[in-house]
């Protein structure tokens, strides 16, 4: 097993003309990775890429971990934590599945939050175009599910800041109930997949 790519640790980019707000990404676990916070710029010791996105870093063979974080799933999980970010998942999934969404007045005032806060990361725009809170949720950055683009539509859901709370869904629907088993059986699929 490969040893994750992403550290605890966090950069944050000044803001710019482009982006008005500070921007955090998380460091790459890597001994050639460096970033420049003035440009907001990665590099590449190894001179493979120029400004490496975390998921070349990640497909590099020659990437040399600083820290060597790999974790059985056996042990994951088994711990404590994770049988309680599964509850809360399931709660928060099944507040969709029974009462709908939230309206749009509502994700658009959550979302005008999320994006002044600054424990707001965006490194793979890609994926979610909002980006993911690491202010204590405990969701994993870059898991599409726990994206903000999501997660601002599930009535149970609340800011682990509370600068916003649990609101109503607009009723069930068909369509929110499938987007959500959808969301928990990628979830359930991408957890036990077999290590690459």
Request: glycine share 6%; hydrophobic share 30%.
């Amino acid at each position: 097993m490969k040893s994750k790519i992403f550290l605890d640790s966090f950069y944050h980019c000044k803001p710019t003309s482009e982006s008005p707000f500070v921007r955090s990404f998380q460091d790459i676990n890597c001994k050639a990775w460096s970033v420049d916070t003035t440009e907001c710029k990665t590099s590449c010791a190894l001179k493979i890429h120029d400004s490496p996105t975390p998921l070349e870093c990640a497909k590099c063979e020659k990437r040399e971990p600083i820290i060597d974080i790999t974790i059985k799933k056996t042990e994951l999980l088994e711990s404590p934590s994770f049988i309680k970010k599964t509850i809360n998942y399931a709660k928060a999934e099944t507040s969709q599945i029974v009462s709908g969404k939230v309206s749009e007045d509502i994700f658009e005032n959550r979302k005008k939050i999320c994006m002044s806060c600054e424990h707001l990361t965006n490194p793979k725009p890609d994926v979610d175009p909002i980006g993911w809170c690491k202010g204590g949720c405990g969701c994993v950055v870059g898991n599409p599910r726990a994206g903000l683009s999501q997660k601002l539509y599930i009535p149970s859901v609340s800011c682990p800041k509370n600068k916003w709370g649990t609101e109503r869904g607009e009723g069930f629907k068909i369509s929110d109930s499938l987007d959500s088993i959808k969301g928990i059986a990628t979830s359930v699929k991408n957890l036990f997949e077999k290590d690459k």
